[in-house]
């Protein structure tokens, strides 16, 4: 069965479109951020070692918190996830205008690192979404405009972003990607919560454990699956690469 084109996708499914365009406008003001966050740091300390410290404090929460934001969201709203993750990266992100020129720098990591782990949430719960919004036909349709859209802001957010920083300060930076998260979940806002949520009927045969019982169910399958556990060593390896690149 052929799949949908970019534009029939996007005109025909109304709840998919939403999400998209707030990831469109959430992930340019990232890269805003990001490109004035290097700016400030170096500022602050001078040396290039801080670069690799924010690098670290925007990377690390995606090991850390990663496997248990993919429990949370099986067991809680999917919608509701993804709103709050925005409102709070929103808040994080006014946090840099704390620091100024000779604020702490400390605070910069912390914001950083904080933000990171919001964004693991919600993209935890947007992942798990795709289906349900999109269903099997149009799966990677969606997919494949959802990443390729991903790239595409990187480029065009961390060109502006240095622009806004070197024209504008900072600062503007900093409230251009506030504004962008307000935007996201103002746009995930009118979707149907069961629109993203997978729906469980009957209920038997389904067996409600802790988080920590299914973090380790998780694990044994990545262990026990050659396929899965090639792909993740395989993004391991390129996350590795693209590390050494960014520094």
Sequence with gaps: MAS???????????????LWIGQVISELGTWFSFIAELGLVRLLSGSAMS???????????????????G???????????LIAADIARAVLALG?????????????YLCAALTSSCTTFFEAAKNSSMPN?????DLLTANVLMFSTRFLQLTLGAALGG???????????????????VASAAFIWPIAASALQRVVRGGE?????G????VRAGLAYIRHTPFVRGIILVNVAWATGGGMTNL
């Excluded at 670069?51 to 934001?69: C, G, M, S, Y």
């Excluded at 930076?173 to 998260?181: D, E, K, L, Y």
């Design 4 to 18: 949908v084109t970019y534009r029939q996708l996007l005109r025909s499914n109304k709840e998919f479109r939403q």
């Design 51 to 69: 670069t690799t410290a924010l690098l670290v404090a925007r990377l690390l929460p995606f090991l850390l918190v990663a496997p248990f934001a």
């Design 71 to 81: 429990v949370f969201v099986d067991s809680r709203s999917r919608k509701h996830i």
């Design 96 to 108: 840099y205008l704390t620091v100024g020129t000779r604020g702490p720098i400390w605070v910069v």
């Design 133 to 137: 919004l999109v269903g099997p036909k």
């Design 163 to 181: 622009l806004t920083a070197a024209r504008f300060g900072y600062n503007a930076a900093f409230i251009v990607n506030a504004i962008s998260f």
């Design 205 to 209: 045969g389904v067996t409600r454990r």
């Design 211 to 214: 988080m920590w019982s299914e």
